[in-house]
């Protein structure tokens, strides 16, 4: 079995490197993963991390993924990924292994991915062996840059807050035009379809990466929250006044995927500011 060496690792590019073991369970019908490590440089984004797996065949996908480690030159899982697959399909199947990063704002990040067939030639079943994570893999984006924001409700009050800290990677087609031009963003508060409220934060100068640091505060009754949402839209303003969208995300449980686990994060967290990264919509 190839051990981790630390001369033979600071040797290698600084491409991140993972240690696996396939196995797979003929009555279980299970494709096991085990032995996981990974190595990486100590300047890739993410103070956490963690492994997922995802094995293609011709009807579908399976996913599996390992528990958040902090982060480190060198991580080990004590635990594996088990993903249903029938044995006849193993010959086609494909496995892909994904290095992941999240960082204290909950924000993933791809760090490698690393793709195996399962026919047993290529990849020897019960063999350990180390791989080179391609660092080309990017997450799917549909918008155009992220928000990070915090939210939190304080019953006592009846106050929702939504500070807005900063926005990165901002585009449009009007980017050479807006370029060193104001950023806003316009934060709407919905009860259901109706809109209740309207705000904006100042303006904030750098365009591809503004930074406000603002906090909105809204009245809000206890009893309107669970079906309340928080809209937001990112503006771009020139001299003239002319405004220009760049970007929108709304948060509440009328959502999915990060909009509404940042929702769901702050009703079970009251008087705790929660703060995520969204990626925007056009």
């Given at each position: 079995?190839?051990t981790?060496?630390p001369?033979?690792?600071?040797?290698?590019n600084?491409?991140?490197?993972?240690?696996?073991c396939?196995?797979?369970?003929?009555?279980?019908?299970?494709?096991?993963?085990?032995?996981?490590?990974?190595?990486?440089?100590?300047?890739?984004g993410g103070c956490?991390c963690?492994?997922?797996?995802s094995?293609?065949?011709?009807t579908?996908?399976?996913?599996?993924?390992?528990?958040?480690?902090k982060?480190?030159?060198?991580t080990?899982?004590?635990?594996?990924l088990?993903?249903?697959?029938?044995?006849?399909?193993?010959?086609?199947?494909?496995?892909?292994l994904?290095?992941?990063?999240?960082?204290?704002?909950?924000?993933h990040?791809?760090?490698g991915e690393?793709?195996?067939?399962?026919?047993?030639?290529?990849?020897?079943?019960?063999?350990?062996?180390?791989?080179q994570?391609?660092?080309?893999?990017?997450?799917?984006?549909?918008?155009?840059?992220?928000?990070?924001l915090?939210?939190?409700?304080l019953?006592a009050?009846?106050?929702?807050?939504?500070?807005?800290i900063?926005?990165?990677n901002?585009?449009?087609?009007?980017?050479k035009?807006?370029?060193?031009?104001d950023?806003?963003?316009?934060?709407?508060?919905?009860?259901?379809a109706q809109?209740?409220?309207?705000?904006?934060?100042?303006?904030?100068?750098?365009?591809?990466?503004p930074?406000?640091?603002e906090?909105?505060?809204?009245?809000?009754?206890?009893?309107?929250?669970r079906?309340s949402s928080?809209e937001?839209?990112?503006?771009?303003?020139?001299?003239?006044?002319?405004?220009?969208?760049?970007?929108?995300?709304?948060?509440?449980l009328?959502?999915?995927?990060?909009?509404r686990s940042?929702?769901?994060?702050?009703?079970?967290?009251?008087?705790?500011?929660?703060?995520?990264?969204?990626?925007l919509?056009?």
């Amino acid at each position: 079995m190839e051990t981790w060496n630390p001369e033979k690792a600071a040797s290698w590019n600084q491409a991140p490197k993972l240690h696996y073991c396939l196995d797979y369970d003929q009555q279980k019908a299970e494709l096991f993963v085990t032995r996981l490590e990974a190595v990486t440089s100590d300047h890739e984004g993410g103070c956490d991390c963690y492994v997922q797996g995802s094995v293609a065949i011709k009807t579908g996908s399976v996913e599996a993924q390992t528990a958040l480690k902090k982060r480190q030159l060198h991580t080990t899982w004590e635990e594996g990924l088990a993903l249903p697959l029938a044995e006849e399909e193993l010959p086609t199947a494909i496995l892909t292994l994904t290095l992941r990063t999240c960082d204290r704002f909950s924000r993933h990040s791809v760090a490698g991915e690393l793709r195996l067939g399962l026919d047993g030639v290529s990849v020897p079943l019960g063999t350990t062996q180390w791989g080179q994570l391609k660092t080309s893999a990017k997450e799917p984006s549909t918008g155009t840059g992220e928000v990070l924001l915090s939210i939190s409700y304080l019953p006592a009050a009846s106050r929702l807050l939504v500070v807005l800290i900063k926005a990165k990677n901002l585009l449009s087609n009007q980017s050479k035009e807006l370029l060193g031009k104001d950023v806003s963003v316009k934060v709407t508060l919905k009860h259901q379809a109706q809109k209740l409220k309207k705000k904006q934060t100042k303006r904030a100068k750098h365009k591809i990466n503004p930074v406000w640091n603002e906090m909105i505060m809204f009245e809000l009754p206890d009893d309107l929250l669970r079906a309340s949402s928080v809209e937001l839209e990112v503006l771009g303003q020139d001299e003239e006044g002319r405004s220009w969208a760049l970007g929108h995300c709304s948060l509440g449980l009328h959502a999915s995927g990060s909009e509404r686990s940042h929702w769901e994060e702050m009703l079970k967290n009251p008087r705790r500011q929660i703060a995520m990264w969204h990626q925007l919509h056009l």
